[in-house]
């Protein structure tokens, strides 16, 4: 490893649902493999390589639990669902009485889930129909809170986490009346005590699960008459344009307790996440990072790469680790757009590392990169699979394995073989 008289700084350009498997189309590649990416493949074939298992057992493979995993949190001791992490980025404190739940607008058709954007509705129209709904259905115990694009947040006080929720990503042309909300089994007639911020119990208690299950499946049918009623919608269905014709809660949990990066790792003392994303920017905020907000960042293939890359940069020079995160391959894989998916690896590719790896390659200051998906979002599937992504990691001086391309068969064959979760982590932060 370089010797330098300066202390390394570490980045990591994360593509969430960037892996795939191997489609026909493209004569039995991965997008990976198919698409042009001269500096990933640059930067794995001059650094080092493998594959990371980012889901623990027990766990389904959303983002919120990979990329608290690749930050090196042990899930079974922080995680709360994606809500918290929302409610944390939105810049909504949580009370003990509070359970936080995402509330994506979706889009409903003879009776099946079409798509879980709303139609790819913009934070400006979400934020209308998040009011209209607050408006009709919230009251001191049930309040809904704008977020970004179709992900929002629903806060029901004294309402249960021990619910069943469907992911509707994970559920495309499935009927959605078989996936409302049940209790978790043994929570249908339990109440929870509730801990207040110094640990112990307030005297108070949670619903049941299986009243949050009826509330919770309430809201939902209420808000699909409400949504077909809106202007909006009016408007959007006139067109034949898809729609955000219901609500559908998920993810549900309370305030978690983590420890920040810098109480885990020495090595970091300040840091930044760059996201789009909610959940990825409240993951953040529990982790003591400073949360950079780009204009024009959108989370989607049209995001403002050159900005977010330039923002990562300018954190680099005063900061010790970046947490850069791109969502619209993921998006792509959930729309089954295989062409847009290819393109938006090759932005990030083009656009996010080969302007942040020509700035760095000339700073006396050491930085080491690291590249990698959270989980794959195939095209053909439409849905997260719980299987390990490539990685790659490097830095001036690095002595490199064989592996001479990144994608997912390349990387089989990486020195760091297969890390799991926390490993990963523990691993970048030892050069």
Known sequence: ??????????????????????????????LLQYAQTPYMDLLAKKGKTGRLITVPDGFL??????????????????YEGRGPLEAASI?????????????????????????????????????????YLNDKLGNEHIKFITGIQYRHLLVLKYASK???????????????KQLLVKSEKGWENKHEPIIGSDGHPTGDVRMTGQETAN?????????QKLLREHPYNIAKAARNERQANSIWPWSGGYRPSMKTLMQMYPQIKTGSVIS????????????????VKVPGAT????????????????????????????????????????ELKIKAIQYLDHRIIEPILKEITNWKEPVCIAVLPDHPTPVEIRTHVKEPVPFLIWHKGIIPDSVQQYDEISCVNGEYGILHLQEFMDTFMKY
């Open 215 to 223: 509330l919770i499946n309430d809201l939902i049918l209420k808000s």
């Open 61 to 78: 493979p959303g983002s919120e639990v990979a990329n608290t995993a690749i930050m090196g949190y042990d899930l079974n001791q922080v």
């Open 1 to 30: 490893m370089e010797r330098t008289g300066y202390t390394m700084k570490h980045i990591i350009i994360l593509g969430d649902g960037m892996a795939d498997h191997a489609v026909q189309r493209l004569g039995g590649k991965t």
């Open 91 to 131: 810049g909504y404190s949580m009370q003990p009485e509070d359970m936080a739940i995402r509330c994506n607008f979706i889009y409903l058709s003879d009776g099946k889930i079409i798509t879980h954007n709303g139609g790819n509705i913009s934070t400006e129209n979400g934020d209308i129909l998040i009011k």
């Open 276 to 291: 789009a994303v909610d959940l990825i920017r409240g993951i953040g905020h529990y982790a003591g990072l400073d949360i």
């Open 162 to 176: 021990h619910v069943i929720c469907a992911p509707p990503h994970d559920h495309p042309n499935q009927e959605w």
């Open 299 to 338: 989370g989607l293939a049209n995001t403002n790469y050159e900005g977010k890359a330039q923002a990562a940069i300018d954190c680099l020079k005063s900061q010790d680790f970046v947490y850069l995160h791109l969502e619209a391959t993921d998006e792509a894989g959930h729309d089954g757009d295989l």
